[in-house]
């Protein structure tokens, strides 16, 4: 059975029980991380710790948990050697509900679980995913990491209903991200095309690797939003995510991308992701 953390201790998963009051479950009130694991580690700490740090920010969530500490021992108790580990990190779990936080604030809800994956053997690394647009509907401040991710469940439904396996959000005439992964291309010069980091996307722990990477490969990078048109138009494009790493997308609504596989820079960029991973 899995060993899961919460606030402090380490549980088997069915023990670990959460509050009716808790104000994610209430309000959407908690943010959250996963890293890839990969030989027995998570990976890219540095990057999650500081996006978590402005997520509890923007959720106005206190919390002072020795995370790499925490991560490290879920892993080793739960004997992973590829998959994911997830945390989250709520704001608490008051006496009744109420729109307000209480004040003083009660203790953060916290908790951890790890995940058995095909990271580095995905087959859909190999294969490709067909993708189909749809209108993007979420809050303005997608750049914090919370849970508030109905609309993402519902585009990955749609997608699912329609015979797909995802969807690219499109706001404004433009390309935002995908529903739980940052969206690229790779136009017909070879340049890789990128939604800038603002308020309307994920700031991607795997983009910021994923850009490094293609910049030390030579690409020209624009980051920049992208139109459904440029993206029919492209030679190749992918998304990136720590769930996945980097995978390739070779068909949107019905119209396959370049020629209808796997791009290769997409699968050079995977291969040295996966490098610097196992590196670190």
């Known amino acids: 059975m899995r060993t899961v953390w919460l606030n402090g201790e380490f549980l088997p998963e069915t023990e670990a029980k959460v509050s009716i009051f808790d104000r994610a479950l209430l309000f959407g ?10 030989d027995g580690h998570y990976c890219n700490w540095s990057h999650h710790a500081a996006r978590l740090e402005r997520s509890k920010t923007t959720a106005r969530i206190e919390d002072d948990t020795d995370w790499p500490a925490v991560l490290a021992e879920l892993i080793e108790r739960n004997q992973l050697t590829e998959g994911r580990v997830y945390l989250q990190i709520t704001g608490g779990a008051p006496a009744d509900r109420d729109f307000l936080s209480p004040q003083p604030p009660v203790p953060a809800t916290r908790f951890a679980f790890t995940q058995e994956a095909r990271v580095i053997d995905n087959p859909v690394a190999q294969s490709g995913t067909r993708v189909m647009l749809f209108p993007e509907a979420r809050w303005k401040v997608r750049s914090a990491k919370t849970t508030q991710l109905l609309y993402a469940v519902m585009a990955k439904e749609a997608a699912r209903d329609a015979g797909f396996d995802d969807a ?26 990128s939604h800038p980091v603002d308020h309307g996307v994920l700031p991607g722990v795997t983009r910021i690797c994923a ?8 690409l020209e990078v624009e980051e920049r939003p992208f139109t459904p048109e440029e993206l029919y138009a492209a030679r190749e494009a992918f998304v990136s995510a720590a769930g996945s790493l980097v995978l ?25 992701y996966i490098d610097l991973l196992r590196a670190v």
Do not use: C, F
């Open 248 to 272: 390739p997308v070779v068909q949107v609504d019905e119209k396959p991308i370049g020629n209808g596989g796997p791009g290769v820079v997409t699968a050079e960029i995977r291969r040295r």
């Open 29 to 38: 009130q908690g943010v959250y991380e996963v890293s890839p694991v990969l």
């Open 168 to 193: 690219w959000l499109v706001e404004d005439g433009v390309i935002t991200e995908q529903t739980s992964a940052n969206a690229h291309i790779i136009d017909s010069r070879g340049v890789l095309i």
């Open 211 to 218: 850009l490094q990477i293609a910049r030390y490969m030579g």
